[in-house]
């Protein structure tokens, strides 16, 4: 089966999903967030630095309840721009 290569979108959501879960971790080790998530310390690196642009959703719930943050806000933190979501209508 082939891939198919992410949009530009999908690869500035990834961008932003990263931005997000290394400001809420902040001083808490990578290493300790990667264990109560269950998930490896590799694959919260690369999500955190947006080389996994499309993590499973699993996978951000679980890094999202340890970190705190709610699915809601996860959510709206990665919708498209106001300006891009009025521009589309």
């Known amino acids: 089966m082939v891939r198919v290569p992410l949009t530009a979108e999908e690869l500035e959501r990834g ?9 809420a971790r902040g001083e808490a080790s990578m290493v300790e ?19 996994i642009a499309t993590p499973a959703f699993f996978t951000v719930a ?16 990665l919708a498209d721009p106001p300006a891009r979501r009025e521009a589309a209508s």
Do not use: F, N, P, Y
């Open 62 to 77: 679980a890094i999202a309840q340890v970190l705190g943050l709610s699915l809601d806000l996860v959510a709206e933190a």
């Open 33 to 51: 967030v990667a264990l109560d998530a269950g998930i490896s310390v590799e694959t919260l690196r690369k999500i955190e630095s947006g080389r």
């Open 15 to 23: 961008r932003r999903l990263g931005e997000l879960l290394r400001g």
